[in-house]
């Protein structure tokens, strides 16, 4: 039979794909290393399911603690759900005491409320890239969303009477218009003012990068850089108002990072051989 020289270099061209092909699947096969089995060992190329994890939160105008549980949707997604309470101070606080009584505890001078917001909200990850080593870090995009309930608490002081000396102290919720430095003595415990606590409800959202860096695959840590943005139904004040005006929004830096795992539906002791 005639075969043209096109033709058989197109014949050529075919076996040397099939082949190699086939010896790239029968070493796979040899090696029995596909997926995640290359990273963390053989048999632990599973499908995950499910995922939970605590973190702490430092952002530009405080600190606070929350909790995530999802689910993956699908191998490159996951959602779910967050709840998380952090306190959040005002830009212009600044810490001063009583300079004749050193033993006195600091208090912001103007500072009328303690400011903390409790959110809950919707959460979505999308892993944007892979680990290829166990020294590796997953980078995922996060989005969340929801409600936001903003709790304020009054500050109260320790007042001196008559004056410098005081012969007493009154704790008393502090008011601008009356209480002036020279008459303050120092902060009063925390727990006053828990039974007037202010709520403002709102809405927030915060975007931002993720990154996972454990070398463990059913076991979780953390870093997301991002923003947050807080918009309350009235305007929070802090500071009073009559040194800052007091803003219904409050946008900050966020640097979170948390700890947990990861795990598939079924038990990671079922799903292994």
Not at 11 to 28: M, P, R
Not at 86 to 101: A, C, I, L, Q
């Amino acid at each position: 039979m005639f075969v043209s020289n096109s033709s058989l270099k197109a014949l050529l061209l075919i076996a040397l794909v099939t082949g190699g092909w086939g010896a790239a699947f029968a070493q796979s096969e040899e090696e029995g290393l596909t997926g995640y089995d290359a990273v963390y060992g053989e048999g632990l190329d599973l499908v995950l399911t499910d995922a939970a994890r605590f973190h702490v939160t430092a952002h530009s105008q405080g600190a606070g603690l929350g909790f995530f549980r999802g689910k993956f949707d699908g191998a490159f997604a996951l959602k779910g759900w967050q709840a998380e309470l952090v306190f959040v101070r005002h830009p212009k606080e600044e810490k001063t005491r009583n300079p004749v009584y050193e033993e006195s505890l600091p208090y912001v001078y103007g500072k009328v409320n303690a400011h903390h917001a409790l959110r809950l909200e919707r959460v979505r990850h999308e892993i944007l890239t892979e680990k290829y080593r166990k020294s590796g870090v997953t980078i995922m995009r996060y989005r969340h969303w929801g409600a936001v309930l903003g709790i304020s608490k009054p500050m109260y002081l320790e007042i001196g009477y008559p004056e410098i000396p005081y012969t007493s102290l009154q704790v008393e919720r502090y008011d601008p218009e009356v209480h002036f430095s020279d008459r303050i003595y120092g902060r009063a415990p925390w727990v006053n003012g828990l039974e007037d606590l202010v709520l403002n409800p709102g809405l927030g959202w915060g975007e931002g990068m993720s990154f996972e860096f454990n070398d463990s695959r059913t076991t979780t840590r953390t870093l997301d850089v991002g923003l947050h943005l807080d918009a309350y139904v009235r305007p929070v004040e802090i500071v009073a108002s009559e040194f800052v005006p007091p803003s219904r929004f409050h946008l900050t830096f966020v640097l979170r990072y948390a700890w947990g795992a990861q795990w598939s539906a079924k038990g990671l002791s079922e799903a292994l051989p």
